[in-house]
C-alpha cells in the first residue's frame, strides 16, 4: 500500500534533504513536477510522503531517507493525528517486544492482511500484560463504566484471533475478579467501535466482534486493583480499518526497532514528539524524576506505586523495578494516560494499571493502598472540585480552600499509602506559606504526616523561574513523641545556564540529608542548607514550612573567607583583561579602501566538502552533557540536558564551530578541550571544517560580522533566524586565513576574560552585600 496517507511539511521536506524552507520553496516554484500539496492551509501546505520522497530521488536531491527520519514523518503526517499514531506504534513495538515471532507471521504479506490479523496479536499480548479481566456482560453508560476493556476484535481479523489466541490464565488466588463495566463516552485516543464490549479491569480496549462470543480469559489481580466504576480507559487497541492506514508507519516502527531495540524506538519517538510540541506538555525532567524515586524508595524499591497526574510517565519510569512490581497511573488527558501505559510496560515485566480520569472528582483506585504515591500535580487551580468534593473522606487533614489545590493533591496521596508508606510531590513553594492552608499544614505537622521540605533551586523544573518544592509525606503508622520535620534549601546549586541546576550536588545534599534524617529522626545543622526542626517551633500563626525561612546562615568565617577568594580572582581576572587589551586600531589613509575579498557561501563549502554541517538536538543520552545555545552566547560550559533515547547525539569536536540559529545575535564558537565531547544542543549548528581548507578561528570570526548575520538572517513576526548556509566567507588562502584566525582568537580570549570579571564583580557584589546585612561580614 503507498503511503499516501502519510503528510509531510515544507519544514519536514527540508529537513528530508537537508535544506532550508526557502531551498523548497523555490523548488515549488521552479519546477513544474514538484508534487502538488494535499492537504494543509495555503500558506502552509501538506504533500504526500510518498510523492516527495520520489521525487527529490528522481531530482538527486536525496538519496535515502534515513529510517529515523522516515517514520518520524509517517508519525507527525499520520492522518489521525501524531498522538494516536504513536500509540497505534506503541501497541506494534510491545507485541514486537514479547512476541516477536507473531509480529513476523502478522506482518508477513500485504498490508490489507497485516491490518486484519494484528487486532487479535495484540490482544493476546494486551490482555495479559495489562492484567484485564473479560466477562460477557456489558453496560454502556458512562456511570457504570471500568478502568479498562479488552475487546475480541473485529470479525475480520477472526482466523488471526483462531492461530494466534493466547491460553487462558488462571484466576488470583485472593478471589474472582469482581464484574466491571465498559464506558462508552469516555475514550482515551481512539474511537471506541459501536459494538458491545465484554466488561473488564484494565486500560486497555478492542472492538468486538459481535457475533463471536469471547473466550473466557481470567488474569491474576491483587486486592489493590479494585477500581471506581466510574474509572475510564487508557488504551484502546485499535480496529483492522483503523490500522490499515497506519500499516507503512508500522513497518518503518518495525524496521526501526531491529535497530534500535523496541523500548529505544518508543523513547526516541515519544521523545521527539515531547520535544516538538513544548507547549503542550508540562514535563518533569528526567534528573528530577530520578531524585523524587530515591526520596520515595529511600528504604527499597517499592511493591506497589501510584501517579495520579501522571503526565507522560516519567515519575513512574524513575521508580526502580522489582519482581511483582504493580505500577499505577491516571491523568485527566487520555492521551498522556495511553502513552504512559504503552512507555511502562515497554520499560520492563511489571504490572501496569493506567486509567483515565479526573483524579480528585473521579479517583480510579480507591482501595489502592500503595508504598509509594509520586506526583507532579497541576498547580493553581480553581476548578479542582472544591464545591462538589466538600465531605471526600480523603481530608483527613482539613478541607482544602478553593486556592489550595495542591493540598487536596497531598491528602489525596496520603489516602492512597499504605501504613508507612511515602508520598513525594513537587509543589510551588506558594503552598508552604499561604495562610489559606495553614490550618492543614498544622495538622500535617502534629499528626507526623509531612517528614521534610526540599527547596529546590531556580531552573529545576517549569515554571523554571521560581524555586518549586518537594514535599515528602509519610502515612503515620504511630505517632512521635517529639516529631521534628527537615527542611533542605538547594538554591545555592542554581546554575546561570538553561540545562538546570546542578543536579549531582542537588542530589547527593539532599538524599544524604534525608537518609540521616530518616534513620535517626533528626538532623544536626547545616548551615545554609538543611537541618530538623521541631514541630513546635513551626506552629505558629503563620505555619510557614519556606526552608530559608528557618535555615542558619553560612558561619561568619566561612562568608568572609568566601568573599576575600572571589575578591582575588577578580583581581587577577582583571589585571588579565588588561595585558588582552587589544592594541590601537591602525586607521586607513584616505587614498585606502576596505578590502574586498571574493566570496563564497557555507553551503558551497558543504558541498565542496571542505565542511561538514550537522544540526543538534532531539534525543540523546542522559548522561552526556549538552552544548546550549545559551552557553554559546554567555561563553559558559555545557548546562543542558536533550529528551533521554537511545539517538545518537552529534558530539563536538575540538576545532568545530558551533553557530545558534535563534535570536538574530551574532556569535560562533570554536569548540575546545574543556567543550569537546559535549551533545550538541537545539538550536544550533555544527560546521567541522576541514583543517587543511579551513582554519576554525578563521571560519567563526567571519561569520560574527554584522552584515554578514544580517544578509543570512530571515524575520518571522516573533523570532530572527539565521540561515547558516548563507552565510559568507572569503576565499583566502590557509595562511592569511590563519593570521586572521589569530587576531580573531586573541579577541575571544578578551571577550571571554571580560565576561568572567563581569560574573566574579556580580558575585563580590552579591556576597558583600548579603554578608553586610545578615552579620556575616562588618563594616570597615
Avoid at 518533569?284 to 524524576?289: D, S
Avoid at 499504605?418 to 508552604?432: Q, S
Avoid at 565531547?677 to 571544517?689: E, H
Amino acid at each position: 500500500m503507498q503511503d499516501n496517507a502519510t503528510e509531510v511539511t515544507a519544514a519536514g521536506i527540508a529537513r528530508l534533504a537537508g535544506v532550508g524552507r526557502a531551498a523548497v520553496s523555490n523548488w515549488r516554484r521552479r519546477h513544474a513536477d514538484f508534487p502538488k500539496p494535499v492537504g494543509g492551509t495555503e500558506t502552509s501546505p501538506a504533500f504526500a510522503l510518498a510523492e516527495i520522497e520520489s521525487w527529490l530521488r528522481k531530482q538527486g536531491k536525496l538519496a535515502e531517507v534515513p529510517l529515523r527520519e522516515r517514520v518520524w514523518q509517517q508519525l507527525v503526517g499520520h492522518p489521525e493525528g501524531p498522538v494516536t499514531a504513536l500509540v497505534y506504534a506503541g501497541c506494534a513495538l510491545l507485541l514486537i517486544h514479547e512476541r516477536p515471532t507473531v509480529w513476523l507471521d502478522v506482518s508477513a504479506g500485504s498490508d490489507e492482511r497485516m491490518a486484519a490479523m494484528l487486532p487479535g496479536a495484540l490482544e493476546q499480548v494486551l490482555v495479559p500484560r495489562f492484567g484485564a479481566v473479560r466477562g460477557r456482560g456489558v453496560h454502556r453508560g458512562r456511570e457504570g463504566s471500568a478502568a479498562a476493556a479488552v475487546n475480541t476484535p473485529a470479525s475480520a481479523s477472526a482466523s488471526a484471533s483462531a492461530s494466534l489466541s493466547a491460553p487462558p490464565v488462571s484466576a488470583s488466588a485472593s478471589g474472582p475478579p469482581s464484574s466491571v463495566h465498559t464506558p462508552s463516552a469516555v475514550n482515551a485516543v481512539n474511537t471506541p467501535n459501536t459494538q458491545a464490549a465484554p466488561n473488564t479491569r484494565n486500560a486497555v480496549n478492542t472492538p468486538a466482534d459481535p457475533t463471536t462470543p469471547p473466550a473466557p480469559v481470567n488474569t491474576a489481580l491483587p486486592v489493590n486493583t479494585a477500581l471506581a466504576a466510574n474509572a475510564a480507559p487508557a488504551v484502546h487497541t485499535p480496529t483492522g480499518p483503523q490500522l490499515l492506514p497506519s500499516a507503512p508507519l508500522l513497518r518503518g516502527t518495525a524496521e526501526l526497532a531491529a535497530e534500535l531495540g523496541a523500548r529505544q524506538t518508543f523513547e526516541f519517538l515519544l521523545g521527539r514528539h515531547l520535544d516538538a510540541n513544548p507547549r503542550q506538555y508540562t514535563l518533569t525532567p528526567t534528573e528530577l524524576a530520578r531524585l523524587m524515586a530515591e526520596l520515595a524508595q529511600s528504604a527499597g524499591p517499592a511493591g506497589t506505586a501510584l501517579d495520579p497526574a501522571c503526565g507522560t510517565g516519567a515519575l513512574l519510569r524513575a521508580v526502580t523495578p522489582r519482581p511483582g512490581q504493580e505500577l499505577y497511573a491516571q491523568d485527566n488527558a487520555p492521551d498522556l494516560a495511553a502513552l504512559t501505559a504503552l512507555r511502562l510496560a515497554l520499560r520492563a515485566q511489571v504490572t501496569v494499571r493506567a486509567t483515565t480520569g479526573d483524579t480528585l472528582r473521579a479517583d480510579a483506585y480507591p482501595a489502592l493502598r500503595a508504598d509509594v504515591v509520586l506526583c507532579h500535580p497541576p498547580f493553581n487551580e480553581r476548578n479542582w472540585g472544591h464545591d462538589e468534593l466538600a465531605y471526600d473522606p480523603r481530608w483527613e487533614y482539613g478541607f482544602p480552600a478553593r486556592n489550595e489545590s495542591e493540598l487536596a493533591w497531598v491528602q489525596h496521596a496520603l489516602a492512597r499509602l499504605k501504613d508507612g508508606g511515602t508520598a513525594v510531590l513537587l509543589m510551588p513553594p506558594a503552598a508552604a506559606s499561604r495562610r489559606s492552608g495553614r490550618r492543614i499544614r498544622a495538622d500535617l505537622l502534629r499528626r507526623g504526616a509531612l517528614k521534610a521540605v526540599v527547596a529546590l533551586p531556580i531552573g529545576a523544573a517549569p515554571p523554571y523561574n521560581i524555586p518549586l518544592h518537594l514535599w515528602v509525606l509519610r502515612r503515620p503508622e504511630r505517632a512521635a513523641a517529639q516529631p521534628e520535620v527537615l527542611l533542605v534549601d538547594t538554591g545555592r546549586f542554581a546554575t546561570e545556564g538553561r540545562g538546570g541546576p546542578d543536579w549531582q550536588a542537588v542530589r547527593g545534599a539532599v538524599l544524604d540529608a534525608w537518609k540521616a534524617f530518616d534513620r535517626a529522626g533528626r538532623l544536626d545543622e547545616k548551615p545554609g542548607l538543611a537541618r530538623s526542626v521541631p514541630v513546635i517551633e513551626l506552629l505558629d500563626d503563620d505555619v510557614d514550612l519556606a526552608p530559608a525561612r528557618h535555615l542558619p546562615p553560612a558561619t561568619a568565617a566561612d562568608g568572609a573567607d568566601e568573599l576575600t577568594a572571589v575578591r582575588e580572582r577578580l583581581g587577577e581576572t582583571l589585571r588579565l583583561t588588561a595585558d588582552l587589551t587589544p592594541p590601537p586600531v591602525e586607521h586607513s589613509t584616505d587614498s585606502e579602501r576596505p578590502t574586498r575579498w571574493p566570496h563564497t557561501t557555507i553551503g558551497e563549502l558543504a558541498r565542496g566538502g571542505a565542511l561538514v554541517m550537522r544540526t543538534g538536538g532531539n534525543g540523546g543520552h542522559a548522561r552526556v552533557p549538552v552544548l546550549t545555545d545559551h552557553d554559546v552566547l554567555a561563553g559558559t560550559a555545557p548546562s543542558g540536558l536533550l529528551p533521554e533515547s537511545d539517538e545518537d547525539a552529534v558530539l563536538t569536536e575540538v576545532g568545530d564551530v558551533v553557530v545558534p540559529v535563534l535570536g538574530g545575535g551574532s556569535m560562533a564558537r570554536v569548540i575546545d578541550d574543556t567543550t569537546a565531547g559535549a551533545a550538541l544542543g537545539r538550536s544550533l549548528v555544527l560546521l567541522r571544517p576541514d583543517p587543511g581548507a579551513l582554519d576554525p578561528w578563521f571560519l567563526a570570526g567571519f561569520l560574527r560580522g554584522t552584515a554578514n548575520n544580517r544578509q543570512a538572517s530571515s524575520y518571522a513576526s516573533t523570532a530572527t533566524r539565521l540561515d547558516v548556509r548563507r552565510l559568507q566567507l572569503p576565499r583566502l588562502a590557509l595562511d592569511e586565513q590563519r593570521r586572521y584566525g589569530a587576531r580573531f582568537r586573541a579577541l575571544e580570549d578578551f571577550e571571554r576574560t571580560l565576561r568572567q570579571a563581569g560574573r566574579l564583580g556580580e558575585q563580590l557584589v552579591r556576597g558583600m552585600y548579603d554578608g553586610l546585612t545578615d552579620g556575616t561580614v562588618m563594616p570597615e
